[in-house]
């Protein structure tokens, strides 16, 4: 099972929305509405941010939004702030009872 | 509150085993499925498998068949990881994450993390 493809960096100012993106295949993120995605901060355990491609668990800021059209799907962070500097990975369903994760995506607040 | 303590930090030789431990507690363990997964350093998360400890099936990636094996004592609420064949490239910090209730295929609440040291 090969990584989801995720872009090494991305960066912002603060204030600014900022773009991730999860690219899979038509037997994961094509055939499964089961995205999620998960913040990491260094020296940190993952926390979650998005499940089932849009949705936000509560106690997460609605600056976090997600989105999936086919095959990929997509994280965005608006009114970027010094705090959401950190890791980000998506993760989908797979089938076969099987999981995948992204290569992770380092986000930088300028 | 739903906590996942894992065990201390380990140092291994190579081509010796590891059993890994995670401890829940705040919500009745035999009703969540429990997952494992490894992060090596400055390397990207990876799915290793999981348990469901209500009734001790299991599935495992293909990356790691063979060399894992994840158990549960339901009396003491606790998951185990074991990897066994250890390889230097298997120092990486491990985690459990449990994984939500119906078929919404999230992990929620993860453990601490445990470091792995694969070193001769």
């Known amino acids: 099972q090969s990584a989801l493809t995720q872009p090494a960096s991305v960066s912002g100012s603060p204030g600014q929305s900022i773009t991730i993106s999860c690219t899979g295949t038509s037997s994961d993120i094509g055939s499964y509405n089961l995205v999620s995605w998960y913040q990491q901060h260094p020296g940190k355990a993952p926390k979650l941010i998005i499940y089932e491609g849009t949705k936000r668990p509560s106690g997460v800021s609605n600056r976090f939004s997600g989105s999936k059209s086919g095959k990929a799907a997509s994280l965005t962070i608006s009114g970027l702030q010094a705090e959401d500097e950190a890791d980000y990975y998506c993760c989908s369903y797979a089938g076969s009872d099987t999981w995948v994760f992204g290569g992770g995506t380092k986000l930088t607040v300028l | ?120």
């Open chain 2, 1 to 120: 509150q739903v906590q996942l303590v894992q065990s201390g930090a380990e140092v291994k030789k190579p081509g010796a085993s590891v059993k890994v431990s995670c401890e829940a507690s705040g919500y009745t363990f035999t009703s969540y499925v429990m997952h494992w997964v490894r992060q090596a350093p400055g390397q990207r998360l990876e799915w290793m498998g999981w348990i469901n400890p209500g009734n001790g099936n299991t599935k495992y990636s293909q990356n790691f068949q063979g060399r894992v094996t994840i158990t549960t004592d339901t009396s003491a609420s606790t998951a185990y990881m074991e990897l066994s064949s250890l390889r230097s490239e298997g120092t990486a910090v491990y985690y459990c994450a449990r994984e939500s209730r119906g078929s919404s295929a999230y992990f929620d609440y993860w453990g601490q993390g445990t470091l792995v040291t694969v070193s001769s």
